[in-house]
């Protein structure tokens, strides 16, 4: 449930259950590839279905890991779904999460997700707060062009400190194109006639509205790593 990323320079050797995901599954592993996951404690806000943060377990093997997300089914449908060893996922709200002891995690990961809340900075508060000293805040995510400048801002002010920051738009917009006859076969297999346009729009279909926003930049996708000062 991402837009995915693709590059000639980055192929991920995956395995036969994960190919079909291929794009999905590569935006999580530039996330985790360079961060040295395996045998910390971390967690996903903005969970979705779960899948991403599988693949994040399953490749990069952390100690622990806990997706949180604002839909009730969502998290109970991971819950069924996945049953790795020190995987586990529960609701919360992304900007609210009094729940979860500070200083929980040496890892944070929020994809494709944030452009959907409606007080960034309240989340980022959260983000600071749950991570360790020198935890890492590992972020990807999409804006119209005229709200990065808020967005950075935002970033700046949330006292993590901004260690990578890369534009990734056409590297989104490869991923939307290489995986465009996929995505148009199962919505013609799952999707009623009449909500087609819509779900293509809603996958970033070639020529959809969302699509031609990527290729056009009106959209900005950025991947960002953070870290909490030590």
Known sequence: MNYGYANSEFSVNL??????NRYSAQLYHLLGADTGLSGKDIAEIGCGRGGGLSYVVRTFSPATALGIDLNERAVRFCNQHYQHKGLTFRQGDAQNLPF?????FDVILNVESSHRYPQMELF??????LLRPGGYFLYTDFRYGYEMPLLKEQLSQSGLKIEKEELITDRVVEALTADDARKRRLIKKLAPRFVHKTA????GAINSETYNQFANHQYQYY????????
């Open 15 to 20: 395995e036969p259950a994960d190919e079909p």
């Open 223 to 230: 991947f960002y790593v953070l870290r909490k000062p030590s």
């Open 100 to 104: 979860i002891n500070n200083a929980s």
């Open 200 to 203: 293509l729009n809603f996958a």
């Open 124 to 129: 980022l508060n959260e983000v600071y707060r």
